[in-house]
């Protein structure tokens, strides 16, 4: 399987930070079949790739990031051999020999789109609120998606963000959505080992950097006595940004929620999909043997 990473990056400290971090930990890790490409806008008329640096020719604007996708998904297309594309950003870690074994799995040999659900209150789309869309810290993409989603119009997405416009688009081509798992440091505090975790912290610029460089600690661990060293380093990390973080205890307790019941829903599909498959190979067997 060939997996693609597209990073989203643009030029302010925090994020440079951010994939300075990056390209020592997970991206680091050098696999085979795994390719990163960083995503940059700029004001030129045409593209460029810079070794692993794509910039394709729009202004770097946090408004453009919808724009700036599908560019960079159009010359993906056209130029790379892949299976799977995760359009993803600076914050954010992956564990890639954990994420290789969970996109082994037979839910993901169709074409899908995946991911993280969140939620959101806007009255935007002619939707009832609360609706939910996949979080665009990791998009996961089947190589017919991508060339789906590269006929978008941005221009019918004016003032939604990029996340949510995505989604929309996918759902009006009825393509399959799978919920996926993520560990969000911020939201609980508790680090479970996943192959998708998020890092950032929108109030201290340092938070993402640290946590993932704590995170490259634990999963190069080959040893369990070591293993349990590193995780106890994460969760005492996490102990002191709980406590200087300065959001009430009851937003705490229901984002937890909605992580938790996020977790379990997941978890419920990937049941329901195993069940069908065993349903469907249980008949097989009987049709084969009346023949």
């Known amino acids: ?33 795994v390719t990163t490409i960083v995503l940059r806008g700029w004001n030129k008329s045409y593209y460029e790739m810079d070794q692993n640096t794509l910039y394709v020719p729009s202004p770097e604007q946090y408004s453009l990031i919808l724009d700036k996708t599908i560019l960079g ?68 993409m089947s190589k017919l998606a991508v060339d789906k989603l590269i006929t978008i119009n941005p221009n019918n997405y004016r003032g939604i963000f990029d996340d949510i416009a995505i989604d929309n688009f996918f759902k009006n081509q009825n393509l399959r959505r799978i919920r996926m798992t993520r560990n969000n ?16 912290n929108s109030s201290n610029s340092y ?45 705490f307790l229901a984002k937890n929620r909605v992580v938790l019941l996020s977790f379990l829903r997941s978890k419920l599909e990937r049941m329901k999909f195993n069940f069908s498959i065993a349903k469907i190979k249980f008949k097989n067997q009987f049709r084969d043997k009346d023949l």
Do not use: V
């Open 1 to 33: 399987m060939k997996i693609i990473f597209l990073i989203l990056a643009s030029n302010d400290f925090e994020h440079e930070l951010d994939l300075e971090t990056q390209k020592k930990t997970w991206i680091n890790q050098n696999l085979k079949d």
């Open 73 to 140: 998904l159009k010359y993906i297309s056209k130029n790379y051999d892949f299976d799977i594309l995760i359009r993803t950003n600076s914050s954010t870690y992956f564990d890639i020999r954990t994420l290789k074994r969970e996109l082994n799995h037979s839910i993901y040999k169709e074409n899908f789109y995946g991911g993280y659900i969140d939620k959101s209150k806007q009255s935007i789309l002619n939707y009832k609120q609360p609706f939910e869309y996949i979080s665009g810290a990791g998009i996961f």
């Open 185 to 200: 440091l911020q939201s609980t505090h508790i680090f479970w080992p996943t192959y998708y975790i998020r890092t950032k």
């Open 207 to 251: 938070s993402a950097s640290k946590r993932m460089l704590l995170l490259s600690s634990y999963f190069s661990c080959h040893s369990f006595t070591m293993k349990i060293k590193h995780y106890l380093k994460i969760e005492l990390n996490e102990i002191h940004e709980f406590f200087n973080d300065s959001e009430p205890f009851i937003l």
